[in-house]
């Protein structure tokens, strides 16, 4: 079915008549690939032949032009001329056309004659001489000589223009795509008919696909078969695949034009949104006339819309008719002129990548650019394809070594343990002297991010030796130019808001100033503020406030959320950690990620949430490419150990030992963390010497890197308790004062609790119970349960020692719920060891001898309500509904067999209760 081609119909039909009356007509229907010209033909011949017509009809063929005569000759083996006609033709030499011209005006007389060419743009030219004649000497002849030629026919050939132009009978049809009119019809006729779709198409469905197709009726329908091919769209229009329909049917349109028209197609999809009509001849080496011609015969068959391809599928197409050399040598020349005109530097960069895999000396600084553009943008994979191909094409070692540096800022973001290895290959630049002076500060940056402090401190000795200008305070004297680890200025609060300086006093420099300071990496890792918890978590609520999240400032950041959780303001380290992960997640840092899950672990372990602490390190661990070359693996590995030995699953832990870590996880405060956590483990396995060693290894690190603080690590307590467990009591009370000591002006309540609890145990048994009555006072105020569990637990101890059973086993029953709550089954079993559950002096688990029936759920609000709260204070606390409180009531009523709260087991009185019962039954320790 023909879609808006009713009136040219109307005009062939008219030029059939004309000539049925005496009268030499040509006509000519024009339109580009794709456009129906075939399909009209076909469609009038038939209305020619149905009216009477000999219809003698020949297609042009690429390759006629090198065969002389080779249209004419297939004309005259055309099976509907008489015998006579076709020898006479057989026999019409190449110089004479009147041989030609005598014969087909003879077969005019008997009934019109229409000679059909399609493509006639193909055919050779000594044919052409021989139509043109007959046209010319046979103006009364019943004949009608109809053609096909895509827009501009032969390029300009003057044969074909000027002398059809001069013909009297000459008539143009230009067959234009399809409206969007047009398209929705011919949808809507294709979906009714059931050949190509299921469902009518609407006007919405319509424009989608003439947007696509420019109205082209052969892309239209190769985009309903991509559709037919894949039915589920959602009630979308077709969405086409490459190697689809589709994308054959685009092919096929540019192999129907002229090679200028490819090359200009090839070059407009390397170039992509950057075209235009002046780069664009200069890119294939084409004249502007030739450019316009090839861009309008594309327009006209519906691939593009001014100069941009319709459809990415229409430009890999186009791509495809371009060999990989060819696509590299336009890739490279289109780079070299957008560089020219002053395109952005991600626009030439782009180019670039697509010419590897080398590069030109001069795209060194434009990919650098370029990665710093991607990075402001969150496009971290696409600042490291940029520094990567800058890397490469670095000719001397002081600029590769200056781009490593920025290739390694950019790979901490999605993968820590690639940015490393660069970083190492940088060192090896530093100890050979490749290393520019310059280059040596933003080393130094990445080397305090990743914690490595003692090689931060022989990178700035390096500087400091050079003389460098920016190794002490100041500003940057050229910052123009962006760098790709510290890509802005930082914006800081209003200085209303900010305390004055002292008098006199240097301007202080901030932890993320561009370059580092003496001092930077203590600021970064150290405890801020004056020495007292409060102080430290003011500052670092302002750094977080302050400082932007960016590369040169994460571990500012991160560090500022661990002050606030090592100050005891959990909650707000909480949610500063989920809103600053959110933000990593949003801009696509996976790096990142990591580290702010690593610090949900080390807040799940400090509120004494083990299974939770297990899962966020687990998660931080999935987020970190390969399996261990990263120093940032040192954190969650022990937030792992930590909670799988507190859970008592040493064989897990034992796994987590065994996961591979670089080298240089010692030599970095990553580090720390994981010889404490390790050490921890071989204390629970009564590995305790090589727990002793692993606690004063730490110390001797973090002494030595100036991190020396019971809140950043408490290695004094941990030490001392591998020195009780080998019976050293003088070194366990040594540790313990020292540790009192160093933090006698931090006033937050975990660390002076967990040093009361440790010098409870060194301390004479009377003396115990008060220690320790003090130690659960301050840790009830931190919300660590684990370690108020822990508190409790040798709380119940001193209790039994000085013969007080009764309050030692009440005190042991709540201990021991909360370490079940907690999830430390250790803990649990040293409070009541399995062994002794069945019997003996110690206490049986709340509520199991008469409650072992109940649900957890169940038991739970028993143990409230034998502890005489409410039903109303039961619900607050547990956060439930009444209803939902009356209902288990009932269930245990009837489980229990009693009908009344009075009648519950006595057993289920004491692990738990209400605020005040709690803080009056410590009262009365």
């Known amino acids: 079915m023909l879609i808006e081609r009713s009136a040219h119909t109307a005009l062939a039909e008219a030029t059939l008549h004309e000539c049925a009356a005496g009268a030499f007509r040509l006509l000519i229907a024009e339109g580009g690939p794709g456009c129906g010209k075939s399909e009209f033909l076909k469609r009038f011949l038939g209305i ?39 020898e006479r033709l057989r026999l019409a030499p190449a110089q004479d056309a009147a041989d030609v011209t005598e014969p087909l005006r003879a077969l005019s007389i008997s009934a019109p004659l229409v ?32 053609g096909t030629e895509g827009p501009y026919g032969r390029g300009g050939d003057p044969l074909l223009g000027t002398e059809l132009l001069r013909h009297p009978g000459f008539r143009r049809i230009r067959l234009d795509p399809l409206s969007p009119e047009g398209v929705t019809r011919l949808v809507g006729t294709l979906g009714t008919l059931g050949t190509l779709g299921d469902q009518q198409a609407d006007g919405r469905r319509g424009a989608e696909c003439f947007a696509m197709t420019g109205g082209n009726p052969l892309l239209l329908r190769a985009l309903l078969q991509d559709r037919w091919a894949a039915p589920d769209t959602g009630g979308r229009g077709p969405r086409p695949t490459a190697g689809g329909p589709f994308h054959q049917a685009v092919a096929a349109c540019l192999a129907r034009t002229g090679t200028p028209t490819r090359d200009v197609a090839g070059a407009l999809a390397v170039l992509g949104p950057s075209a235009t009509p002046a780069l664009l001849s200069r890119l294939p080496g084409l004249d502007t006339a030739a450019v316009a011609r090839a861009l309008q015969v594309l327009e006209l068959s519906g691939l593009t819309d001014g100069h941009r391809y319709r459809h990415p599928v229409v430009t890999a197409a186009a791509l495809d008719h371009l060999d990989a050399d060819d696509r590299r040598l336009l890739h490279e020349r289109s780079a070299l002129l957008l560089h020219d005109q002053g395109a952005r530097a991600t626009e030439v960069g782009e180019h670039l990548l697509a010419a590897q895999p080398t590069a030109p000396a001069w795209a060194v600084a434009v990919l650098r650019d370029a990665a710093a553009e991607a990075l402001v943008d969150d496009d971290a994979p696409a600042a490291i394809r940029y520094l990567d191909l800058a890397c490469r094409a670095c000719q001397e070692p002081p600029q590769r070594a200056a781009t490593r540096i920025a290739l390694a800022a950019a790979l901490w973001r999605v993968n ?8 190492g290959e940088t060192l090896a630049d530093l100890h050979t002297g490749a290393l520019a002076d310059g280059d040596t500060a933003p080393l130094e940056r990445l080397l305090i991010g990743f914690g490595r402090l003692e090689e931060a401190s022989r990178a700035r000795a390096r500087l400091e030796a050079a003389g460098h200008p920016h190794s002490g305070p100041g500003p940057d004297p050229d910052p123009a130019r962006p760098s790709v680890v510290h890509p802005c200025p930082w914006p800081v609060e209003p200085e209303e808001n900010r305390p004055p300086p002292p008098p006199d006093a240097a301007a202080p420099r901030e932890p993320w100033d561009e370059t580092p300071g003496v001092g930077t990496a203590t600021a970064i890792w150290g405890i801020p503020g004056h020495g007292t918890s409060e102080a430290a978590a003011d500052e670092a609520e302002r750094r977080l406030r302050a400082c932007p999240l960016l590369d040169g400032t994460l571990a500012v950041v991160a560090n500022a959320v661990r002050t606030l959780l090592r100050a005891g303001r959990t909650a707000e380290a909480d949610e500063w950690c989920h809103r600053l992960l959110k933000e990593a997640t949003t801009r696509r840092s996976p790096g990142w990620e990591a580290e702010f899950l690593a610090i949900l672990a080390e807040i799940a372990l400090r509120k004494g949430a083990l299974p939770d602490a297990e899962e966020r390190a687990r998660q931080a661990l999935a987020c970190l490419p390969g399996r261990g070359g990263s120093v940032l693996v040192g954190g969650p590995l022990a937030s792992r150990l930590h909670a799988y030995t507190a859970m008592g699953r040493y064989h897990d832990a034992a796994r987590v030992l065994h996961h591979p870590v670089p080298a240089a996880l010692f030599q970095s405060v990553y580090g720390l963390a994981y010889l404490r956590a390790r050490g921890h483990y071989h204390l629970a396995t009564d590995h305790t010497r090589a727990a002793l060693r692993d606690f004063l290894a730490t110390g001797r690190m973090a002494q030595r890197w100036g991190l020396d603080h019971p809140a950043l690590l408490p290695w004094r307590a941990d030490a001392a308790q591998a020195f009780l467990r080998l019976g050293e009591r003088p070194g366990a009370a040594r540790m313990i004062t020292e540790q009192l000591s160093c933090a006698r002006l931090w006033s937050d309540p975990h660390t002076r609790g967990v040093s009361l609890r440790l010098r409870a145990r060194v301390a004479a048994a009377p003396e115990r119970p008060h220690l320790l009555t003090q130690a659960v006072e301050v840790l009830q105020q931190c919300g660590d349960r684990l370690e108020l569990a822990r508190a409790l637990a040798d709380l119940g101890a001193a209790y039994q020692s000085v013969g007080e059973s009764v309050r030692a086993n009440n005190v042991r029953r709540r201990a021991w719920r909360m370490a079940e709550e907690c999830g430390a089954k250790a803990l649990c079993d040293s409070i009541l060891p399995r062994q002794a559950m069945c019997g003996g002096d110690r206490p049986d688990p709340p509520g199991r001898d ?3 029936g109940l649900s957890e759920s169940e038991l739970r609000v028993a143990i409230l309500a034998a502890n005489g709260n409410s039903n109303r204070e039961i619900a607050v606390r547990l956060c439930v509904t009444m209803s939902t409180v009356e209902q288990h009531l009932t269930r245990v009523y009837r489980k229990l067999r009693i009908s009344r709260r009075q009648q519950l087991p006595k057993s289920l009185i004491g692990p738990v209760g209400t605020p005040a019962t709690n803080h009056k039954e410590l009262s009365s320790f």
């Open 48 to 86: 020619a032949a149905e009216s009477g017509a000999v219809v003698l009809d020949v297609p042009g063929l690429p390759g006629d032009r090198a065969t002389p005569l080779g249209l004419v000759r297939r004309l005259a083996e055309h099976p509907a001329l008489p015998d006579r006609t076709r």
């Open 115 to 146: 000679i059909a060419v399609d493509d006639l743009h193909h055919a050779d030219q000594p044919s052409l001489r021989q139509l043109l004649h007959l046209a010319h000497h046979a103006r009364s002849a019943r004949i009608l000589l109809i």
């Open 416 to 423: 820590p343990s690639a940015a490393e290895h660069h970083v």
């Open 850 to 852: 008469q409650g072992a």
